[in-house]
């Protein structure tokens, strides 16, 4: 009995002693709340992308009851994109600890190159602790997905008109330039076309319809207008400079008493 009581004193100081020696459970909590970026590894998206790129914003502090606010700007050009939020301020709402920034690229119509741009935080209290330095900015690239024009490069162009599956023949033309953005085409049906239609070989050469198109680089639209009576043009279409060509629905004639064929055309670089 006198050993089993010495036993239990000896457990019992020896709880005491470890209770004693047990450090008290520290919790850091900063000075000032500070915001950071979850990653500073640059991206690349594409211009024609239909969802934006989104950087994670991270709130450092103890706790967060009344929400905190931080600066955030974008260098770069400001017509290749929009951003969300477009206050230039990141929001953390009370009880939140993390926001975002997306950025969402313009798809124009323009051979206009890659676009690069910073997101960095921006004022006090940024990056890792606050310290200013580490994960305050990012870069990302928005890739450029058109293709240059390059209309007076081409020597050599192929007139389609699209009356049927079986023609008339493709015919090669070179153009003319006339005008910024604009060219002179010496046919539009081809040489034969009307002998062909016609299976009179007294037309070749006759009613060519040559015409003038007109294109506008901002948008890639075309117009197209005859230079006689009998094509009055006005016809709308669009270029595509990455296949270099341009293509009408529907070319305006006034051939055959009555109204013409209406049919379509395409003008492809060679």
């Not at 230039?88 to 926001?99: D, P, Q, R």
């Amino acid at each position: 009995m006198k050993n089993n009581f010495k036993y239990l004193i000896t457990v019992l100081v020896s709880l005491l002693f470890l209770t004693a020696c047990e450090e008290d459970l520290l919790v850091y909590e900063p000075d000032s709340s500070f915001a950071q970026l979850t990653s500073s590894t640059a991206s690349t998206m594409s211009e024609g992308a239909t969802t934006g790129k989104t950087i994670t914003v991270v709130l450092g502090a103890g706790s967060n009851t009344n929400g905190a606010t931080f600066d955030f700007n974008i260098t770069g050009d400001s017509a290749r994109f929009t951003v969300s939020p477009s206050n230039g301020k990141v929001e953390f709402g009370a009880g939140s600890y993390e926001a975002t920034i997306t950025v969402t690229p313009v798809d124009n119509s323009i051979s206009d190159g890659n676009a690069d741009l910073t997101i960095s935080l921006t004022g006090e209290n940024i990056g890792v602790g606050g310290d200013g330095i580490d994960l305050t900015s990012v870069k990302i690239t928005i890739i450029d997905d058109d293709c240059p024009i390059v209309i007076d490069e081409t020597a050599l162009w192929t007139a389609q008109y699209v009356y049927s599956a079986s023609g008339p023949p493709a015919t090669e033309i070179a153009l003319t330039k006339v005008a910024d953005n604009q060219w002179y085409l010496p046919t539009t049906w081809g040489y034969n076309a009307v002998s062909w239609l016609t299976g009179n070989p007294a037309y070749d050469g006759l009613y060519v319809f040559d015409a003038v198109i007109t294109l506008n680089p901002a948008d890639l639209t075309c117009t197209i207008e005859g230079t006689s009576g009998l094509t009055p043009g006005g016809d709308t279409g669009s270029y595509d400079p990455c296949a270099n060509t341009f293509t009408f629905a529907s070319l305006n004639d006034e051939l055959f008493s009555g109204g013409g064929i209406d049919a379509g055309f395409t003008l492809t670089g060679k």
